[in-house]
């Protein structure tokens, strides 16, 4: 996506929220939306049917629990199957990287990618892109290759299984932030840096949570994100939880000595008392909730995208 076009879902994003609900419950009135999900999820999948019914739309959602995918079916005869239902887009969540492109383009609908594998959340980096924006007072309707100038953002944790990560490394530093990759070796590998082409010194590996967190607080805004250690992935790797609790967890008195005004983020689900203690996670320098919230806006603007009948691209707020 390009800059003008992640500013354009911006906009959208204002525009429907400050639309009367009559109005707003139009837009994609008799649409039909398929979730459709093979890994477990509440935030992004909630959010994207709140959207689309918000917006007006029919949704029906099909997990990998309780469907024929328990028998066996396959992704493209589940996609077909959904599309001969009237399906017009699928919201699609994976665990195998690449999945949402191979069933667009197996069924030819739309299909917008709620999270595959290790590969990509993009609609997380979105939201958390509005949720930095604002919380920073910086403009969240208009985005510019400065629109995070002088803001550096730690990402810490498991960043080699995280999807979210790898969206947020590829979008962020296109707006001017700096990005601070931070975790032990096994779930931060040195090539990691090799993923993200392009962003040449606008990323770095910090292996110390407290030094990352210093550098950032030299900057003009810092952002702490905090990821979980997705044990459902780690698939063999040994890992001292006591140890990374030391080195990682990020807690009040850490907090407070390396980085006092840092805005503190996190994706969730979290692990409270692992990556992040309960008084970081509902303190004031939360950005927690407010995150999930701009889920619901930039999920709403993504269908809009992804079904709307008039030029999208044309918004203007
Ligand atoms: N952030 C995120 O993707 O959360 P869910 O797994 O609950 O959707």
Known sequence: MSIPQVSRILQQMARLESMEHARRVQLLAGRRIALLFYESSTRTR???????????????????????IEKGESLKDTGLTLRALGAECIILRHAASGAPSLLARMTGLPVLNAGDGMHQHPSQALLDLRTMLTRLGRSAVHVTESSLSGVTVVITGDILH??????????????????LLC?????????????????????????????????????EAAVAMMLRIQRERLAGLELDLGEYVTRYQLHAERLERRAPHALVMHPGPMIRGLEIASEMADGPSSAIEDQVR????????????????TDFESVTV
Do not use: W
């Open 183 to 219: 975790g032990p070796e096994p779930l931060l590998p040195q090539e990691a840096l090799g993923l993200y082409p392009g962003c040449g010194p606008a990323i770095e590996i910090v292996r110390s949570l407290d030094e990352a967190l210093e550098r950032a607080a030299t900057s």
């Open 162 to 179: 995280s999807r979210v990560a790898r969206s947020n490394a590829m979008l962020l530093p296109r707006l001017g932030a700096k990005v």
């Open 46 to 68: 909630t959010s994207f049917e709140l959207a689309a019914k918000q917006l007006g739309a029919t949704t029906t959602l099909v997990s990998d629990k309780s469907s024929s």
């Open 294 to 309: 701009h889920g619901l806006a930039i999920r709403s603007a993504l269908l809009l995208r992804a079904l709307s009948t």
